[in-house]
């Protein structure tokens, strides 16, 4: 009986080991992505990071941006050092959704003569897709999209077609040109884990920009990971434990968000015409979990849900025409949330334990 004890015990104390082994590597590989990225991409420190983060953590993302700051660029040079295939597609107000998810051909088959239909893939069959300027093509085509990225499969006709996996969605908005434009719905903006801001660079960061991209030297990238490594990292970070306090955090800031709550804080009421569900909540966990073991951490806090909740709720939330006129936007109100809603007493007990 003591010897199945033992046995059990070192089971467990092995699959820890493991599982720190595994957390480490992926923390190992960041720090490494990082450093490739750095050497195309100049700034944007936090864009890329939440950009991996929405990665390991199986979720899309929409970068909203105005032209010329590099959002290409910088899919394109992710897709370089993970080793994976890479398409851009540029949504246009004539687009199809056939266009986009491939179509039946009928073909002449050489030995029997007949003809068959036979399945042309679209440039969905990738493993890192740029959907540049989604918000310029019809609903009926975004909606072709966005069920891809849900479904991570597609249907034409009867039968269904697999996608590569990983699949990874970078849809793009620009945030100036409205003319000719279908907004994305709320509903479907809802299949973004983050909304990423991207803004201009500081003056020394233009600076080295101009002479870096005016040189003829070009930077020699080192793959940093390979697509069955990135599955098996975004199951690692699926695995990673959370606090009973921190799914409470994060269950509290969403439902802070939703004016018809009973307790919503005064200015949600004001501010806010509808609030965010569910998902963003599990968004923020999953987050917060890659975000604890990017950085080398083994347990996840309340600092790390903070840290992802403008990038997951600034596109959940509705502002009111009060707020509007008032100039007042989604993040000006994820500030005022986060200084509003209390963090459990026992946090900082939890850390100190933890660390």
Known sequence: MNETVEDTNDDDMDAKQRER???RGL???YSRMREEIRKVIIGQHEVVDELLISMFSRGHCLLVGVPGLAKTLLVSTVARILQLSFRRIQFTPDLMPSDITGTDILQDDPETGRRNFQFM?????????LADEINRTPPKTQAALLEAMQERHVTVGTSTYRLPQPFFVLATQN?????????????????FMFNIVINYPTAAEELRILKQTTSGDEPELTTALTGKQILALQEVVRRVPVAEHVFVYARDLVRATR???DDAPGFIREYISWGAGPR????LILGAKARSILEGRFHVTTDDVKSVAHPVLRHRIVTTFHADSEHVTTDDVINMLLEKVPVAL?????QTAQG
Do not use: K, M, W
């Open 175 to 191: 945030p100036i040109e409205q003319e000719g434009t279908y907004p994305l719905p709320e509903a479907q903006l809802d299949r």
């Open 346 to 350: 026992h946090e900082e007990a939890q």
């Open 259 to 261: 004016p018809n709550e």
């Open 280 to 283: 963003a909540g599990q968004y």
């Open 27 to 29: 923390s190992t590989a």
């Open 121 to 129: 893939q679209g440039p969905l069959f990738t493993n890192v897709l």
């Open 21 to 23: 082994e595994a957390i």
